[in-house]
């Protein structure tokens, strides 16, 4: 009987032990958000809101008839490619581990909560939240500090190669695949773009310079296929083209650097002394421009030239509709300031439109002109081009480095030493509004209308050959000499 009883808790001990060495340990279901991104896109295209807060203060984005704008900066338009920017780095930034769940580590890894009404703290440190069209949030996410590691020296410190992350409303801290940078000032997310306007769509351009001459003068066709021609010509004289292809290829990209709130911008002290330019286009555009005839110095941005910008617009076309009403709510409340590089190429007189007639070409013995001989008179080439453009150069709204502007125009080179046509590409890469308005044809010029290392090798040219690829202060062209 006393063997039974020891038996019997020998089994039972048994028993216990296999449980205990079984079931002790609890299964942990994984994490859902490891793995994940940090933004599904689908989500974020149906966000129409979204706040910023940085340790410089609060940025405000909001999504009006499709368009995305800044409430706080007099409802301006926001740059789309830092929008873009924002969207990609939320939807392609990944949850790669979970770090901790204690609000203690909070502020210490700078994911810490903040008040509706309070400010962030830490230059790392930002908060994204992401709201719905009545202004409700739906998701509040904390961005934290860089990725905690040993230092060189040993001691422990916080790089860039990762990021701490929580959501707003969830303890668990979490570490992200990379740094999200943000841009924290908020003038930098507005849109610098004034207007685009294809050459071929202007119409007619008149200026009116308010000085004592009181000059005015225009520039006017009938049709999108002629040119444009100067109003104040003598029998001797004709329009110059070089010079007209240049006032439109800043209508094409045109854009400001600062802008100044006020309640009376038409009145600004600056404009005092102004030129007036009047645009229209065959679309039905109609702007009006106020120019100052001299810079303005602007506390820490330095001189620079003041334009009061409004627009009309009677047609029908939804998007022309817009733009026109933004620039005439701009108009009511501010004045643009253009660096003078930006905004020198309108301010010309009706001499700088003007050139002389060529001289008719001399003719040889049998009566005919002499083709050689009429480029020794006329002093012009003609010729075509594909300007590869870069942060930085002249006129230039390019983003591309230097460096990738000189290998974008050396892989055109090649192309077209492969035998790829030279219109085609300057069409689909030339920044140059003349590649999509006329395959990179310039048309024909005389010595100082264009840069000079342009000229020289242009006129140094055989007819239908193309140069090396040619740096001048606009980026790298290439060029062919087309008679």
């Known amino acids: 009987m006393k063997n039974l009883k020891l038996l019997l808790i020998a089994l039972v001990l048994a028993g216990i032990a296999f449980m205990l060495h079984h079931g002790s340990k609890q299964t942990v279901a994984p994490d859902p958000n490891i793995g994940q991104n940090l933004v599904v896109a689908a989500d974020i295209d149906g966000v129409p809101a979204i706040t910023i807060k940085t340790d410089q203060g609060k940025i405000d984005l909001k999504k009006v008839d499709g368009i995305w704008r800044l409430p706080e900066m007099h409802n301006m338009r926001a740059d789309l490619n830092r929008i873009e920017?924002?969207?990609?780095?939320?939807?392609?930034?990944?949850?790669?581990?979970?770090?901790?769940?204690?609000?203690?580590?909070?502020?210490?890894?700078?994911v810490a909560s903040v008040a509706a009404d309070a400010a962030i703290s830490g230059q790392e440190s930002a908060l994204i939240i992401l709201k719905d069209n009545s202004g409700q949030e739906l998701r509040q996410l904390y961005l934290g500090k860089g990725r905690q590691s040993r230092q060189v020296d040993g001691t422990q410190g916080f790089g860039n190669d990762g990021q701490y992350f929580r959501f707003g409303g969830d303890d668990y801290v979490y570490l992200l695949s990379n740094f999200m940078w943000l841009e924290k000032s908020q003038k930098n997310w507005i849109s610098k773009d004034l207007v685009k306007l294809s050459p071929e769509k202007v119409s007619k351009l008149a200026w009116l310079y308010n000085s004592d001459e009181k000059e005015t003068f225009c520039l006017e066709r009938q049709g999108a296929t002629d040119s444009l021609t100067l109003d104040k010509l003598s029998s001797e004289q004709q329009t110059k083209q070089t010079a007209v292809s240049i006032v439109t290829s800043v209508l094409a990209n045109f854009g400001f650097d600062e802008f100044i709130a006020t309640d009376t911008p038409g009145l600004h002290p600056g404009l005092a002394d102004s030129m007036a330019l009047a645009v229209e286009t065959f679309d039905g555009l109609k702007l009006s421009m106020l120019i100052s005839s001299a810079p303005v110095e602007l506390p820490g941005s330095g001189k620079m030239h003041l334009l009061w910008?409004?627009?009309?617009?009677?047609?029908?076309?939804?998007?022309?509709?817009?733009?026109?009403?933004?620039?005439a709510a701009n108009a009511r409340s501010m004045v643009f300031a253009l660096r003078e590089n930006r905004i020198k190429p309108l301010m010309v007189k009706a001499a700088d439109l003007a050139e002389a007639k060529p001289l008719p070409p001399p003719e040889n013995a049998s009566g005919t002109a002499n083709a050689s001989a009429t480029e020794a008179v006329s002093g012009k080439v003609s010729a075509s081009h594909i300007l590869i453009a870069y942060k930085g150069a002249d006129r230039s709204s390019a983003t591309r480095s230097e460096e990738e502007a000189k290998k974008l125009a050396d892989e055109m080179l090649a192309k077209i030493s492969k035998g790829e046509d030279f219109g085609?590409?300057?069409?689909?890469?030339?920044?140059?509004?003349?590649?999509?308005?006329?395959?990179g044809s310039l048309g024909e010029f005389g010595r100082g209308m264009m840069a000079k290392e342009f000229e020289d090798t242009a006129f140094a040219l055989q007819t239908g050959k193309i140069s090396g690829v040619v740096k001048t202060a606009f980026g790298y062209h290439i060029i062919r000499r087309d008679k």
Request: aromatic share 4%.
């Open 85 to 110: 920017e924002l969207f990609q780095r939320l939807t392609g930034t990944k949850i790669v581990d979970a770090v901790t769940g204690s609000p203690l580590r909070h502020a210490d890894l700078g």
């Open 309 to 327: 910008l409004n627009a009309d617009y009677a047609g029908s076309d939804a998007g022309l509709r817009r733009l026109a009403d933004d620039m």
């Open 424 to 439: 085609k590409l300057a069409q689909e890469n030339s920044d140059c509004p003349s590649g999509k308005s006329a395959s």
